[in-house]
């Protein structure tokens, strides 16, 4: 720690001994960096706040979301920034005073590109900001030129917003009505084609639509009748063979008297299971028949007698089904027939003028495909135009300026009260480092112990230096000088502080 310590004077007493060296170097590196600073030009900055709503409920009751306001808005502050408008940023403003040519022109829409943001702080809110530094302008000047920049871009940016939409819709408008009458005319004369080849040819329309539409019809409704035959004759079949295992008349069971009454009784209930639909396999129904044969055989050996009845509701209710599905089946069958004679009409049309058919197919297509685009653009062109009256008479954009243009009160670049104080301490420790590499480069040693460690000898003494009178007040000058100049140095660095400051208050 000793060592250290010691090494600390050394160098500061090397220093000090060189002090006019350090102080030398120390005023040449302040005034050479207090020079640059002074050059750096100040850059003033001005900021706005706008603010957009898009919200409007009879614009979203047309079709006129808040996302096509959003994306409208989007589109105007991403070209807000284009050569076109910093050109007529350029224009409006002291900017374009010295501009004489083209490339003059390109070269300030550069800077000025360079020189303005718009940030979007929000999904509504968006911040404008400009900056303006040096061309020759004084610090007053600039602060004034960034403000009308940016008051410039709000401007545009209403321009662009509120005014150029309302000119594109009437130019669109204008453009469709033209179109719209073009369509028209080509629609008439298809139409009156069409009229006209019907009229020659009457027997090859006598439905809508070309022959191999009508004939493809034709076969998809006979496909369907075929299907909805079959179901029905299945249906008839089914029916009968229910109506064949049921008895006309009904036995009262006892009426007869003996094995006949529950022979007839016996019979019924066979009817009644096979009616709803149980098979000879099934056990319910062999047990009856087991029984009507033994019943059969009582009655045989019985004798013939007479059996009366009442008539079975069962047997009656089937054959009303039976009718109405004789009368679907036979209702199919002629529909059938029908459709069989029209596709045969039409085949025999098709091929034997296929020309004519091919004509005709191509004058329905073109009147169709005509006829589809004139209403779509009809629709399209009634719809833009209540937008575009919504637009003009309740504007959906709320533009509104939140924060005007500030006006600068004090650059935001450079720093330099900060540069002027960093360059003070910068040419101190310059003057310091020379005068330290100085005495290192001397072959000298302060101390009798750095003399010993350098020789490995001993040091038997040292002589202390005697000042005289004169010497003592020669160096109390001399300290004065240094004094004095240290202070200069100081004096000159609050001097430029001032009138920083100075210049700050004056625009302001």
Same mark, same amino acid.
């Given at each position: 720690?000793?060592? /250290?310590?010691?090494?600390?004077?050394? *160098?500061?007493?090397?220093?000090?001994?060189?002090?006019?060296?350090?102080?030398?170097?120390?005023?040449?590196?302040?005034?050479?960096?207090? &020079?640059?600073?002074?050059?750096?030009?100040?850059?003033?900055?001005?900021?706005?706040?706008?603010?957009?709503?898009?919200?409007?409920?009879?614009?979203?009751?047309?079709?006129?979301?808040?996302?096509?306001?959003?994306r409208d808005i989007d589109r105007v502050r991403q070209t807000l920034?284009?050569?076109?408008?910093?050109?007529?940023?350029?224009?409006?403003?002291?900017?374009?005073?010295?501009?004489?040519?083209?490339?003059?022109?390109?070269?300030?829409?550069?800077?000025?590109?360079?020189? @303005?943001?718009?940030?979007?702080?929000?999904?509504?809110?968006?911040? /404008?900001?400009?900056?303006?530094?040096?061309?020759? &302008?004084?610090?007053?000047?600039?602060?004034?030129?960034?403000?009308?920049?940016?008051?410039?871009?709000?401007?545009?940016?209403?321009?662009?917003?509120?005014?150029?939409?309302?000119?594109?819709?009437?130019?669109?408008? %204008?453009?469709?009505?033209?179109?719209?009458?073009?369509?028209?005319?080509?629609?008439?004369?298809?139409?009156?084609?069409?009229?006209?080849?019907?009229?020659?040819?009457?027997?090859?329309?006598?439905?809508?639509?070309?022959?191999?539409?009508?004939?493809?019809?034709?076969?998809?409704?006979?496909?369907?009748?075929?299907?909805?035959? =079959?179901?029905?004759?299945? *249906?008839?079949?089914?029916?009968?063979?229910?109506?064949?295992?049921?008895?006309? %008349?009904?036995?009262?069971? #006892?009426?007869?008297?003996?094995?006949?009454?529950?022979?007839?009784? @016996?019979?019924?209930?066979?009817?009644?299971?096979?009616?709803?639909?149980?098979?000879?396999?099934?056990?319910?129904? @062999?047990?009856?028949?087991?029984?009507?044969?033994?019943?059969?055989?009582?009655?045989?050996?019985?004798?013939?007698?007479?059996?009366?009845? %009442?008539?079975?509701?069962?047997?009656?209710?089937?054959?009303?089904?039976?009718?109405?599905?004789?009368?679907?089946?036979?209702?199919?069958?002629?529909?059938?027939?029908?459709?069989?004679?029209?596709?045969?009409?039409?085949?025999?049309?098709?091929?034997?003028?296929? #020309?004519?058919?091919?004509?005709?197919?191509?004058?329905?297509?073109?009147?169709?495909? =005509?006829?589809?685009?004139?209403?779509?653009?009809?629709?399209?062109?009634?719809?833009?135009?209540?937008? #575009?009256?919504?637009?003009?008479?309740?504007?959906?954009?709320?533009?509104?300026?939140?924060?005007?243009?500030?006006?600068?009160?004090?650059?935001?670049?450079?720093?330099?009260?900060?540069? =002027?104080?960093?360059?003070? @301490?910068?040419?101190?420790?310059?003057?310091?480092?020379?005068?330290?590499?100085?005495?290192?480069?001397?072959?000298?040693?302060?101390?009798?112990?750095?003399?010993?460690?350098?020789?490995?000898?001993?040091?038997?003494?040292?002589?202390?230096?005697?000042?005289?009178?004169?010497?003592?007040?020669?160096?109390?000058?001399?300290?004065?000088?240094?004094?004095?100049?240290?202070?200069?140095?100081?004096?000159?660095?609050?001097?430029?502080?001032?009138?920083?400051?100075?210049?700050?208050?004056?625009?302001?």
């Open positions: 720690m000793s060592t /250290i310590y010691e090494e600390v004077r050394i *160098a500061l007493h090397g220093i000090w001994q060189r002090r006019w060296l350090a102080i030398a170097v120390a005023w040449l590196v302040c005034m050479l960096g207090w &020079l640059a600073v002074a050059m750096v030009p100040n850059s003033y900055e001005s900021k706005a706040r706008i603010f957009v709503q898009l919200d409007d409920v009879l614009a979203e009751q047309i079709g006129i979301g808040a996302g096509d306001r959003r920034t284009s050569s076109v408008n910093l050109e007529k940023v350029v224009r409006g403003t002291r900017l374009g005073d010295q501009v004489t040519t083209d490339k003059q022109m390109e070269a300030m829409v550069i800077d000025v590109g360079k020189a @303005i943001k718009v940030v979007s702080q929000q999904d509504n809110l968006f911040e /404008i900001s400009a900056q303006s530094s040096g061309g020759g &302008l004084s610090d007053l000047q600039n602060a004034k030129l960034a403000q009308d920049i940016v008051q410039k871009m709000i401007d545009i940016f209403r321009e662009e917003n509120l005014a150029g939409g309302r000119g594109e819709m009437t130019n669109t408008l %204008t453009f469709m009505d033209q179109q719209l009458a073009d369509r028209q005319k080509d629609l008439e004369a298809a139409e009156q084609k069409r009229q006209a080849f019907e009229a020659k040819n009457a027997d090859m329309m006598p439905g809508t639509g070309s022959l191999s539409s009508r004939l493809e019809s034709a076969r998809s409704e006979l496909r369907s009748v075929d299907s909805d035959l =079959l179901a029905a004759q299945s *249906a008839l079949a089914s029916i009968g063979g229910q109506l064949s295992g049921t008895p006309q %008349t009904i036995a009262v069971a #006892g009426a007869a008297g003996g094995a006949r009454g529950a022979l007839a009784q @016996i019979q019924s209930d066979l009817s009644t299971a096979r009616a709803r639909g149980l098979t000879d396999d099934h056990p319910d129904v @062999i047990a009856l028949k087991n029984q009507i044969a033994a019943l059969t055989r009582q009655v045989a050996a019985e004798g013939p007698h007479t059996v009366s009845g %009442t008539p079975n509701p069962a047997y009656s209710s089937l054959e009303s089904i039976k009718a109405d599905r004789a009368a679907s089946v036979v209702s199919l069958q002629s529909r059938k027939a029908s459709l069989q004679g029209e596709i045969a009409d039409l085949d025999g049309k098709q091929y034997s003028q296929p #020309g004519l058919a091919a004509e005709a197919a191509r004058i329905n297509r073109d009147y169709d495909v =005509l006829k589809e685009g004139y209403d779509k653009m009809l629709r399209d062109r009634e719809a833009l135009r209540l937008r #575009g009256q919504v637009e003009n008479e309740r504007d959906g954009v709320k533009f509104e300026v939140i924060d005007p243009p500030s006006t600068p009160r004090a650059p935001i670049a450079p720093d330099r009260p900060v540069l =002027l104080t960093l360059v003070l @301490i910068i040419g101190l420790g310059a003057g310091g480092g020379a005068a330290f590499a100085m005495g290192q480069m001397r072959s000298t040693f302060a101390t009798t112990g750095t003399l010993e460690r350098a020789t490995g000898l001993p040091v038997l003494g040292s002589i202390s230096q005697s000042l005289t009178r004169a010497v003592r007040a020669q160096r109390l000058r001399q300290l004065k000088w240094f004094a004095g100049a240290m202070a200069g140095l100081v004096a000159v660095f609050v001097l430029l502080l001032a009138v920083e400051f100075m210049k700050r208050g004056m625009v302001a």
